[in-house]
């Protein structure tokens, strides 16, 4: 693995970008990291064993068997049709999806026949895994891949984990009166911060909108394209439920003095670290996400809040819902059944992924019951 003194491929065409034509956002930096054609973290295979990041869908297949649950209820609550369009945005390698397919296909005939899984995966190389994990499903009409949303979800869900936390940020700084923008620039050592003025005027409206008072010398993350993304989500959706599950905040706490230097992370084999400029595109970059925003930009499309609760929450009010079925069964031995309950453990531990992580539900064009996810404790 390349060391700060020796430059990545992707930090020397960066560099040399900066000194011809100015420093770059950010969002700019971070979208190359992540996504250059070529040298991007998530462009390129995913790197197994040594992957930087572990989510939720590692925990197989006990999230996908509970979130399964949460799905079919909520084509239930649409009224059974007879299509259901199940679109998961950001689904990488697919495991998530299988997770779903296979316990639908075994638990609920019925749902399993009406699902069109739709998965969303920008990267090529990820999507061509998808089509290796998923044959079985894709043989039987029930699973396809693409690599943007569809034009229009009729009736259905559209899903994410650990999208938004994956999606390029601008970085800004409260300075006396003045709010300022942090940029990516060059100097003798290579990629470095460099300060201006804001890049666009959407970035101080999305902090009036929010009531989002920075202190002085706050940094913190604008998520723009989260903001985009749920409002073109929106708008696709014309009846039915998005659910986004990804570790954050709201707005109120996300900006709190808690959080002077922002959440912006660089992951490096399961190590969290701020050299953001480290080994770009070798390393993973994200940031928490401001679930307040998902809210405010998605109801301009529409969408109304179902509710908002911790995974942890989540998880276990679906559990119940499935009489704790998934955790133990007589035909289950009791090596699986420590395993799943450990697995468990780890899905809702508060100090682990299970307070960070929220669950935002949203809907649109129905007027939905008491989803089981949501119920309190
Ligand atoms: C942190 S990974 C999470 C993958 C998977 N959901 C999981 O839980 O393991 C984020 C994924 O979202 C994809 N992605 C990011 N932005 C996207 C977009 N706008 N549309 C589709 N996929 C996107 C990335 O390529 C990457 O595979």
Known sequence: MASRSEPTPLALILAERIRSHGPITFAEYM?????????????????????????????????????????????CVLGRPDTFQLVEAG????????????????AWPDFYQALRFIAVERSTSR?????????????????????????EVACGCIFSNELIDAMPVHRLVREGNDLREIYVGTDKNGLCDEMGLLSSSELSEYLSEQNI??????????????????EQ???????????TIDYGHEAQELYDERHMRGTLLAYERHRAGEDWFRVPGE??????????ALDLYGRRSGLVQTGFISQSNFLLALARHGNFSDLQSDEMTEVEQTQRRLLFKTLINPEGMGETFQVLIQHKGIDPENLAGLQPL
């Open 31 to 75: 979208e190359a990291c992540l996504y250059h054609p070529v040298h991007g973290y998530y462009t390129k295979a995913e790197q197994q064993p040594g992957r930087d990041y572990f989510t939720s869908a590692d925990a197989r297949p006990l999230f996908g068997r509970l979130l399964a649950r949460q799905l079919q209820e909520m084509w």
């Open 91 to 106: 689904a990488g390698t697919g495991r998530l999806a299988k997770q779903i397919l296979d316990f639908a296909a075994e």
């Open 127 to 151: 999507r061509s895994v998808q089509s290796e994990v998923l044959d079985a499903h894709i043989a039987r009409g029930r699973f396809l891949s693409r690599d943007e949303l569809p034009a």
């Open 213 to 230: 008072h920075l202190n002085q010398g706050q940094q913190a993350e604008a998520n723009l394209a989260a903001c985009r993304w749920i």
């Open 233 to 243: 989500a929106g708008k696709m959706l014309k009846r039915g439920f998005i659910v």
């Open 283 to 292: 390393q993973d970059l994200t940031a928490h996400v401001n679930f307040s």
